[in-house]
């Protein structure tokens, strides 16, 4: 063929080799992936209707119901990250008419008032977990709103996010889904940051949707999202008066392709197959350490990553112990230091990832990822080693 047609030459950089940097990921997501799960992921594909596929698929379903302590047949992994899985809880129980009440103790809360907004619920109410008059502190929302919230806007969901990433707070939710079944609403939950390093019930704290990660605990690629539907949240699916708006996170369409419906498998998507592969074994690690002792060793290092902290005179974000994510922890940046520059440093200097704030905690915090597998006691150490060069090596006064 006449090459003259070509105006694009081939791009010089996928002429060369790829280049991947080998670092230690300590932020908030995603966590370095274990050898286990990278050659998981490295199979060879197959049809996504293959019956092979569809074993796993069926063992990946076991898992999330160990991790989510559910007995729900709702139970899948979306084909996306875990904005995908709160995009598909929102798209599919809520419907013109419907009101969320949203409580926004981070940035989460504040994207899925945004995806409510745009789903045309412009009325869903919202309550910020704000503390001492100076909005996002670190602190856990109070509880005493719930019951007004519930009373005053009746919504038919209300959304909160337990392990919230961009403040480390984790939230409790004893008697929130025993409340909200009260008055009407469901309790949809964000399970992301959490989710293996935190304890949660699904079944015994009546939560209806609960969503998490691939890349956080589980140590998997970025790109599956474990999500769950009790029986209210199925029943509120089958009443819809109108289909979701989406047709790819159409929950009807995945139950018949995931098996959850008791019918045979229908296609809905080509699904992607290695990272169910990763996924499964993902689960499968934390089934062979068991959810209680993956909660321990979580707050064990969270404990003693803290103590290190302020053994450094750094700050926690989260004043109250109780209430720290033992996932991801937030520590204030210290007074004449630039966030950028210590996170610079302790990749150029350590290849170890930490990140600054997101949301509501932007330039004011460094966040402190010990998820899954990177959560040990060997890189508590290595990350404090690192923060002290850092604050000896970066403060404004030296420039």
Same mark, same amino acid.
């Given at each position: @063929?006449?090459?003259?047609?070509?105006?694009?030459?081939?791009?010089?950089?996928?002429?060369?080799?790829?280049?991947?940097?080998?670092?230690?990921?300590?932020? !908030?997501?995603?966590?370095?992936?274990?050898?286990?799960?990278?050659?998981?992921?490295?199979?060879?594909?197959?049809?996504?209707?293959?019956?092979?596929?569809?074993?796993?698929?069926?063992?990946?379903?076991?898992?999330?119901?160990?991790?989510?302590?559910?007995?729900?047949?709702l139970?899948?992994?979306?084909?996306?990250s /875990?904005?995908?899985?709160?995009?598909?809880?929102?798209?599919?129980?809520?419907?013109?008419?419907d009101?969320?009440?949203?409580?926004?103790?981070?940035?989460w809360?504040?994207?899925?008032?945004?995806?409510?907004?745009?789903?045309?619920?412009?009325?869903?109410?919202?309550?910020?977990?704000?503390?001492?008059?100076?909005?996002?502190?670190?602190?856990?929302?109070?509880?005493?709103?719930?019951?007004?919230g519930? &009373?005053?806007?009746?919504? *038919? &969901?209300?959304?909160?996010?337990?392990?919230e990433?961009?403040?480390?707070?984790?939230?409790p939710?004893?008697g929130? /889904?025993?409340?909200?079944?009260?008055?009407?609403?469901l309790l949809?939950v964000?399970? &992301?940051?959490?989710?293996? /390093?935190?304890?949660?019930?699904? +079944?015994?704290? =009546?939560? +209806? $949707?609960l969503?998490?990660?691939?890349?956080?605990?589980?140590?998997?690629? !970025?790109?599956?999202?474990?999500?769950?539907? #009790?029986e209210?949240?199925?029943?509120?699916?089958? *009443?819809?008066?109108?289909?979701?708006?989406?047709?790819?996170?159409?929950?009807?369409?995945?139950?018949?392709?995931?098996?959850c419906d /008791? =019918?045979?498998?229908?296609?809905?998507?080509?699904?992607?197959?290695?990272?169910?592969? *990763?996924?499964?074994?993902?689960l499968?690690?934390?089934a062979?350490?068991?959810?209680?002792n #993956?909660?321990?060793?979580?707050?064990a290092?969270?404990a003693?990553?803290?103590? %290190?902290?302020?053994?450094?005179?750094? =700050?926690?974000? $989260?004043?109250e112990?109780? &209430?720290?994510?033992?996932?991801?922890?937030?520590?204030?940046?210290p007074? %004449?230091?630039?966030?950028?520059?210590?996170?610079?440093?302790?990749? +150029?200097?350590?290849?170890?990832?930490?990140?600054?704030?997101? %949301?509501?905690?932007?330039?004011?915090?460094?966040?402190?990822?010990? @998820?899954g597998?990177? *959560?040990?006691?060997?890189?508590?150490?290595?990350?404090?080693?690192?923060?002290q060069?850092?604050?000896?090596s970066?403060h404004?006064?030296?420039?």
């Amino acid at each position: @063929m006449a090459t003259s047609l070509l105006h694009v030459p081939p791009p010089q950089g996928l002429l060369q080799p790829l280049v991947v940097p080998e670092r230690l990921l300590l932020g !908030p997501g995603p966590s370095n992936v274990p050898s286990r799960i990278q050659a998981a992921g490295g199979r060879q594909l197959l049809g996504h209707m293959h019956p092979e596929v569809l074993q796993v698929m069926d063992e990946i379903k076991a898992g999330i119901q160990y991790a989510f302590q559910t007995q729900n047949q709702l139970t899948l992994a979306i084909s996306g990250s /875990g904005h995908c899985a709160m995009e598909a809880a929102l798209v599919n129980l809520l419907e013109c008419g419907d009101t969320i009440l949203v409580a926004i103790n981070g940035i989460w809360g504040q994207r899925a008032a945004d995806i409510a907004r745009r789903l045309g619920m412009l009325g869903a109410a919202r309550w910020h977990g704000r503390a001492e008059g100076t909005g996002f502190v670190g602190r856990m929302p109070e509880c005493e709103p719930w019951l007004a919230g519930l &009373v005053q806007h009746k919504p *038919s &969901v209300l959304f909160i996010t337990h392990g919230e990433s961009s403040t480390g707070v984790l939230q409790p939710l004893e008697g929130l /889904g025993e409340l909200c079944h009260r008055h009407g609403c469901l309790l949809l939950v964000d399970a &992301v940051a959490s989710l293996g /390093g935190a304890p949660i019930f699904m +079944d015994q704290q =009546e939560i +209806d $949707v609960l969503y998490s990660g691939s890349q956080k605990v589980l140590n998997s690629p !970025p790109g599956t999202a474990p999500i769950s539907f #009790s029986e209210r949240a199925r029943k509120k699916l089958l *009443s819809r008066k109108t289909k979701p708006k989406s047709f790819y996170l159409d929950m009807d369409c995945l139950a018949s392709y995931w098996g959850c419906d /008791g =019918e045979p498998r229908r296609y809905h998507h080509t699904a992607p197959i290695n990272s169910f592969f *990763s996924l499964r074994e993902g689960l499968a690690m934390l089934a062979e350490i068991g959810l209680e002792n #993956s909660w321990e060793q979580h707050q064990a290092n969270c404990a003693s990553l803290c103590q %290190g902290l302020l053994s450094l005179g750094l =700050e926690p974000f $989260v004043k109250e112990e109780k &209430v720290r994510l033992p996932t991801i922890t937030t520590v204030r940046v210290p007074e %004449g230091y630039n966030w950028k520059d210590i996170t610079a440093f302790l990749i +150029d200097k350590h290849a170890i990832e930490i990140a600054g704030g997101l %949301g509501p905690t932007v330039d004011k915090v460094l966040r402190i990822g010990l @998820m899954g597998c990177n *959560s040990t006691r060997e890189n508590v150490n290595r990350v404090l080693r690192a923060l002290q060069d850092a604050l000896s090596s970066c403060h404004r006064s030296r420039l």
